[in-house]
């Protein structure tokens, strides 16, 4: 999977199968011993884009052999991905309870957010994704007979685009604080388009906004070579869809310093710190990924 400047892909492809691959994730860690997520919807979607590895592995159809020792890299992964949902699922929480009433989620995917979490009256929530992916999900959860729990407004662009023109066009109000979330999304944008997103919403943030996201700290490693690593963890579970070239190479800025610089207050928390803060044991691996990655929240100031 090579990506080029003006890609596009549904969920069974390019970037699209990544957020197959964290719904399978998320479907396993639900189902788990004492899970700190619940996403009933994870499965089904999984399901209904119809990828085989990723289906087996929800319905619990991929053995031990087929993993080939791969254990332990499930439960790594499927521990990281909770943990990431549940920060993420927090974080929106919180700013409702704060009384944050419109919320934008960046390359949704197969996020069920807006079906899943108690939101309160009045909230709005807007989901931006490529178009296949946008329609896809839609008619996946009206088919499930799934409602929203929230007034959800999809917006059908590419984040490469004019995407603040898209969601402004859907009832968007630049006057109104909003909770903003940039999940798993970096690392699949070149480096200039990451500055311009975090450009772009801090041009749409009206004063008690907040955004999340995460930053991998470790700067001086390639992309490539956390795509290398990436994609070998999941070969080891038996994945047969190549991961490894769907990120994008290049200098890229460190977000608490580029926020900072862009007038935000940042706040940080290393992901070994959400794993106890969610009584998970985080894993003792020099090597691990995990090790260099940063919740990020800002307002602006």
């Excluded at 409702?96 to 979490?117: E, K, N, P, T």
């Excluded at 930053?215 to 992309?223: A, E, P, T, V």
């Amino acid at each position: 999977m090579t990506r080029t400047e003006q890609d596009t892909w549904d969920l069974a492809s390019s970037v699209g199968a990544t957020a197959t691959m964290v719904a399978a994730a998320r479907a396993v860690a639900s189902g788990g011993t004492n899970p700190i997520i619940d996403d009933p919807f994870a499965a089904p979607l999984v399901r209904a884009v119809g990828l085989d590895f990723f289906r087996r592995l929800v319905d619990g159809e991929v053995t031990s052999e087929e993993a080939d020792g791969g254990e332990r890299d499930l439960r790594l992964e499927t521990d990281s991905i909770a943990v990431r949902t549940r920060f993420f699922d927090d974080f929106f929480l919180n700013a409702a309870r704060d009384g944050i009433r419109q919320s934008v989620i960046l390359a949704a995917g197969l996020d069920a957010r807006a079906y899943r979490l108690a939101w309160p009256p009045a909230s709005v929530v807007y989901e931006v994704d490529q178009p296949k992916v946008v329609e896809f999900k839609t008619t996946a959860m009206e088919n499930l007979g799934a409602a929203p729990a929230v007034d959800r407004r999809t917006v059908s662009v590419d984040l490469r685009d004019d995407w603040p023109h898209a969601l402004r066009a859907s009832g968007f109000d630049t006057a109104r604080p909003t909770s903003w979330s940039a999940e798993g999304l970096l690392m699949y944008l070149p480096p200039e388009a990451q500055d311009r997103l975090f450009d772009k919403i801090t041009e749409l943030s009206a004063p008690g906004s907040r955004l999340a996201t995460e930053y991998h700290g470790d700067s001086g490693r390639s992309m490539s070579e956390r795509a290398r690593q990436f994609n070998e963890r999941w070969a080891n579970l038996g994945c047969d869809i190549d991961l490894s070239g769907l990120f994008f190479d290049g200098e890229r800025n460190s977000v608490v310093d580029y926020l900072t610089a862009q007038g935000w207050q940042v706040t940080t928390r290393p992901r070994r710190e959400l794993f106890a803060d969610y009584g998970l044991v985080f894993p003792d691996d020099e090597e691990s990924q995990l090790r260099n990655i940063i919740a990020v929240t800002a307002t602006p100031r």
